[in-house]
């Protein structure tokens, strides 16, 4: 969670990254009450990111590439936020690569 806790969003200026981390996080439902709940408990908080991944398995290729995944994420931050179906991808990317748990807790 070093990521999470580095970042005070009160000091930081009004960037870009903030919008489409915004998009991305409640793309992914990650913004729900239901993770939020859990931010204090990481046994709870594992078994609901397995949850996440297991309700998008057949919805990603488990042979996405960082460059596949890079074009979607770079069109999005272009715009200044990705399209709700972008928003997924990247969030199924994190479950191609193990687990969507640093990018839930960065949420």
């Known amino acids: ?38 931010q204090h408990d990481f046994a709870a908080m594992t078994v ?9 398995r057949g919805t990603w290729d488990v042979n996405m590439t960082w460059d596949d995944v890079e074009k979607v994420d770079q069109r999005g931050r272009k715009r200044g936020a990705p399209t709700p179906e972008e928003g997924r991808l990247l969030g199924s990317w994190t479950c191609a690569m193990g687990s969507p748990l640093c990018d839930i807790g960065y949420c």
Not at 48 to 56: D, G, I, L, M, T
């Open 1 to 38: 969670l070093y990521q999470a806790k580095s970042i005070d969003v009160r000091k930081e200026p009004a960037v870009h990254w903030r919008t489409f981390d915004s998009h991305y996080c409640d793309q992914n439902g990650w913004l729900s009450d239901d993770y939020r709940a859990l």
């Open 48 to 56: 609901k990111a397995e949850e996440f991944c297991n309700s998008r």
